[in-house]
């Protein structure tokens, strides 16, 4: 398998930090040529030149210093987001699980030669049924990162969906299975 199932972000830690860095770099950028408030206020006199707010450079090292700081401190608050995708990798067989080729497996394993185990198979099924309601009763809709807040609720979504579309692919074999039999 070339593009292994996984769980992403839409945004990952890197983007979030470079934007956090834009804004702080915009901010030098905005206030340089700033027109001083006595240009402003004092407008009754003649001024020869508008006299700017005198700002400190993006490149002065105490700049660069408190910009790398910041985003020490930072990606040490994203660090959560790498943990928490850590929890999901518990799901990562299910997301990578082909429905049709389960129930290839399942009719195999259930129904081989001398077998005919319908009830197993319909106890996997019911099994991936409630799983499926397990998982929209107990998988949470919001997770809180501290400076992230993480939307879970097309994860939970997409997982009840598998648990689903395996349990109905394994009825309708069932029901292929007993027709036959019958």
Known sequence: NQNPAKFTYSATPDMLLAAINTVLEGVFKLFKGMTKVERRVLKKL???????????????TWAVTARENL????????????????????FVELISIDVA??????????????????????????????????????????VSLGLVMVD????????????????????????KKTREYA
């Open 152 to 175: 879970c609720k097309n994860t939970r979504s997409m997982l009840a969906a598998k648990h689903r579309a395996i349990a109905t692919k394994l009825f309708q074999l069932l029901e």
């Open 46 to 60: 003649f001024w020869a030149y508008d006299p700017v707010v005198g700002i400190p450079s993006v490149g002065e």
């Open 71 to 90: 985003a020490a401190k930072v990606a040490a608050s994203l660090k959560p987001m790498d943990d928490y995708l850590e929890t999901l990798s518990p």
């Open 101 to 142: 080729e389960y129930a290839i497996e399942a009719e195999k394993k259930f129904f081989g030669k001398d077998a005919m185990q319908m009830a197993e198979l319909c106890s996997l099924a019911r099994s991936h049924a409630n799983q499926s309601e397990e998982i929209m009763a107990s998988f949470p809709t919001a």
